[in-house]
T-cell receptor, first 111, second 114 residues
């Protein structure tokens, strides 16, 4: 069964304290791994797509990496405005255009 | 402005009273999808559509219906809502080919079934 697990569930960081969020997955054949950011009361907002092991993407203080079993979202020198829930999702070959989301990591960055 | 719109944004209804949540996108996207979001369970896909008149089940389709008669619209129908369908619902759309397959999400519809 295709599955996505995110850890930790929640993370509190001081402003400037770098850290990483984890997304481990088991799928029959990966057609893409996606990272989204969700602010309270809003719909998820796209961050990155990764397609193959070894691929990396960067955007401001965020960097996403991918291996055959997991993805990391690295946050460098975070700011309070980075506080949000970060969601990981996969699209598997077995499901054509089916997407499976993890339960997310709630990040709080303290000033 | 490129966007996905959902209506209504909030709805309180009673068990068994049929309802429809509308979703519309103005980006000419082929792919559209419905999700529900529940605490501790995350986002779960209900139905998706790869193009007009083409729909398929996600992970939690029971109790829901969809139709895709026009490219821009993808309504979600609850024929006989039950309390376990109380949830936050999101519609999303994306290009089917090319690009990075990013999904654009609507603002959400908070549904309460009494």
């Amino acid at each position: 069964e295709d599955q996505v697990t995110q850890s930790p569930e929640a993370l509190r960081l001081q402003e400037g304290e770098s850290s990483s969020l984890n997304c481990s997955y088991t799928v029959s054949g990966l057609r893409g791994l996606f990272w989204y950011r969700q602010d309270p009361g809003k719909g998820p907002e796209f961050l990155f797509t990764l397609y193959s092991a070894g691929e990396e993407k960067e955007k401001e203080r965020l960097k996403a990496t991918l291996t055959k079993k997991e993805s990391f979202l690295h946050i460098t020198a975070p700011k309070p405005e980075d506080s949000a829930t970060y969601l990981c999702a996969v699209r598997a070959t077995s499901g054509t255009y089916k997407y499976i989301f993890g339960t997310g990591t709630r990040l709080k960055v303290l000033a | 402005e490129a966007q996905v719109t959902q209506n209504p944004r909030y709805l309180i209804t009673v068990t068994g009273k049929k309802l429809t949540v509308t979703c519309s996108q103005n980006m000419n996207h082929e792919y559209m999808s419905w999700y529900r979001q529940d605490p501790g369970l995350g986002l779960r896909q209900i139905y998706y559509s790869m193009n007009v008149e083409v729909t398929d089940k996600g992970d939690v389709p029971e109790g829901y219906k969809v139709s895709r008669k026009e490219k821009r619209n993808f309504p979600l129908i609850l024929e006989s809502p039950s309390p376990n369908q109380t949830s936050l619902y999101f519609c999303a759309s994306s290009r089917r080919q090319g690009g990075n397959h990013e999904q654009f999400f609507g603002p959400g519809t908070r549904l309460t079934v009494l």
